[in-house]
T-cell receptor, first 113, second 113 residues
Framework: AQSVTQLGSHVSVSEGALVLLRCNYS??????LFWYVQYPNQGLQLLLK??????LVKGINGFEAEFKKSETSFHLTKPSAHMSDAAEYFC???????????FGTGTRLKVLA | DAGITQSPRHKVTETGTPVTLRCHQT?????MYWYRQDPGHGLRLIHY???????DKGEVSDGYSVSRSKTEDFLLTLESATSSQTSVYFC????????????FGPGTRLTVT
């Protein structure tokens, strides 16, 4: 069965510092992985997705994520945090043969001035 | 913008009353989903649909039913609302082909008193 684990329900970084949000997955078949962002009182927006074309995926707003099969990880990074990055971030997984997506429990990012 | 709207956006209801939430899309996507979002749980799938009159249960389907009589509308019904169903409900559609990302509606905040 598929699963997603996001380590750290809350992460705080200083403005200008590196952002690292962790996601580990479990899947018996090649997974397809997604990162979404949710701003207060809004729905989720796609940041980026991995669909096996390249292990380093670039997304919107300067975010990127690297798929590491050996570590079953898909961590989200951004070199320099901005105040506008404060939001909740969700990792999700799906694979071929299913219509379903499994979401992690989310990581709330706080950016300190 | 995937043209997803949800109604109502906010609702307060009493325990034991029936409640129906509506999700409407304008682009004829085949797959539609209902999730609930609760602190510490991320997004959990309630029901999904893979075509008109074709629906299936997700991981937290007890107490909920759905209907899809037209491609554009996916209804979620709480037959007899309970306080444990107080949550934020999101509708989503799957774009394009298998393994595509989802797009989410703005959410409905439901409070059961």
């Amino acid at each position: 069965a598929q699963s997603v684990t996001q380590l750290g329900s809350h992460v705080s970084v200083s403005e200008g510092a590196l952002v690292l949000l962790r996601c580990n997955y479990s899947s018996s078949v090649p997974p397809y992985l997604f990162w979404y962002v949710q701003y207060p009182n809004q729905g989720l927006q796609l940041l980026l997705k991995y669909t096996s074309a390249a292990t380093l995926v670039k997304g919107i707003n300067g975010f990127e994520a690297e798929f590491k099969k050996s570590e079953t990880s898909f961590h989200l990074t951004k070199p320099s945090a901005h105040m506008s990055d404060a939001a909740e971030y969700f990792c999700a997984v799906t694979d071929s043969g299913t219509y379903k997506y499994i979401f992690g429990t989310g990581t709330r990012l706080k950016v300190l001035a | 913008d995937a043209g997803i709207t949800q109604s109502p956006r906010h609702k307060v209801t009493e325990t034991g009353t029936p409640v129906t939430l509506r999700c409407h899309q304008t682009e004829n996507h085949r797959y539609m989903y209902w999730y609930r979002q609760d602190p510490g749980h991320g997004l959990r799938l309630i029901h999904y649909s893979y075509g008109v009159k074709d629906t299936d249960k997700g991981e937290v389907s007890d107490g909920y039913s759905v209907s899809r009589s037209k491609t554009e509308d996916f209804l979620l019904t709480l037959e007899s609302a309970t306080s444990s169903q107080t949550s934020v409900y999101f509708c989503a559609i799957r774009m394009g082909t298998e393994l595509s990302e989802q797009y989410f509606g703005p959410g409905t905040r439901l409070t059961v008193t």
